[in-house]
């Protein structure tokens, strides 16, 4: 049967037996990473220059002093400095199988023989396809999304959300919200998230409404009764309800499906759009999308995933179509992220990661425990509250003062571990733990973390 030259190059078993050797090449060398270790002398002069250059280029410096050498093996990364450090952050959640994993390498590679570096939503190649056709035959399970649109980045999916919101509204322009959410970074998303320090010197647009999450300890009503507030308000100038399942930056605080249920009735009630932000719970609560985790996936009009799929996506329902000319744009994303990113995808829904009693969540109970059995001896009250979502865990360190964040998360690097922080006052630890953490791998992250603790303790 004919082929075109494209899958003759790829179906060639000359190239892959190439592509396997590379990618064992890769793998072996990954394989003499053993665990945590501290800097070589010999390399940290220059591995010190170039981080210090990096921060003048950009105008200031790097959080870590953190610039990987190209090689890791599973939770451990090497830096350039020939340290070794667990990397329970993982770039912020795009690592979600830690690095160096031997289907994404390859897939990786086998991208990277493309005639293209990126694709375009003007000119795709099948890797477009393939991702798109993945993505939405998951989403279609537990919701009424029918379509996928690709774009390189999370911020990127949520203002093509917005957009369709707006354009189904008629222009309307006024969002809804909860207090404390993050949205992302261009200025449209800026006004979104709920944090000053992130737009200083920024005009306020005044186009979003806010009402409290998910307090346990609050009225039930209450964030009801604020949207009811800005309904009668605003009406038919409210564009959409945009919801993150679980605040991420806002301290990795979970809800629950009653507190989602009436707010999404009354938003089907008046015809407001509901939009799922799960740039950041994409594939890591237990199931493939969050909203599935909160059985609430039949209220979402509108969803925006990235970091997992390697690429951002915006979905939409069939009343969400938008017209000829509203998305667009040159980038779709790179073919090797395409091609990782679908291979990601497969992994997860084929290998035991998902569900009740999948590895997403043995690891959850597993990390959460070891916070938990930490807190109540040798680091007893000094990591309270932890939990949150699968892969997504945070814990309140020491007093829950951001200056005792910032000290725990720069003591955790230097002994070896990478954290991150969120949320205020308590101001918060936070882990992306990546799906192929083992107990072993959690014993070592508690030595490290009970060492640093009690360090500053």
Known sequence: MASTLGQELSDSGQVNTLLDNLTEQILAIGRRIEGVKPADPAFEAKAAADIKQLGEVRSR??????????????????????????????GIGIHLFGHSHPRVVRATLKGGMSDIVHQGNLEPNQEYL????????????????NYVWLS????????NALKMARQK?????????????FAGRSTMMTEVTDNPAFKVGMPDYNEVLRIPFYDPKAPADRSLAALKEHWAKHEN?????????????????????DFFQPLLEFCKEKGIPVWADEIQTFS??????????????????LCTIAKTAQNGATFFTEEFKPDPGLL??????????????????????????????????DIHRNFVGMLNELNETTCKG????????????????LDGTKDKQLALLKTLFKNGLIAFGCGSDPYRARFLLPAILSPEDIQVAKKIIEKSVLELA
């Open 61 to 90: 410096p790097l959080f870590y002093n953190y610039m990987g050498s190209g090689i890791g093996r599973g939770p451990y990364v090497e830096l350039t400095d020939g340290s070794v450090k667990m990397d329970l952050i993982n």
């Open 130 to 145: 393939h991702l798109s056709r993945k993505l939405l035959s998951m989403a279609k399970k537990n919701s009424r999304l």
């Open 152 to 159: 390189t980045c999370g911020t990127m999916a949520n203002e």
């Open 169 to 181: 509204k008629r222009g309307a322009r006024m969002i809804v919200t909860f207090k404390n959410a």
């Open 237 to 257: 100038n409210i564009s959409c309800f945009v919801f993150e399942p679980m605040l991420g930056e806002g301290g990795y605080r979970a809800a629950t499906h």
């Open 284 to 301: 890591r609560t237990g199931n493939m999308f969050a909203f599935e985790s909160l059985c609430i996936g039949q209220y979402v009009d």
């Open 328 to 361: 667009g744009g040159t980038f779709s994303g790179s073919t090797p992220a395409l091609s990782a990113g679908l291979e990601i995808l497969n992994m997860l829904d084929d290998e035991g990661y998902l569900g009740p009693k999948g590895k997403i969540m």
């Open 382 to 397: 000094l990591l309270r509250e932890a939990g949150g979502m699968g892969l997504m865990v945070a814990v309140t360190p």
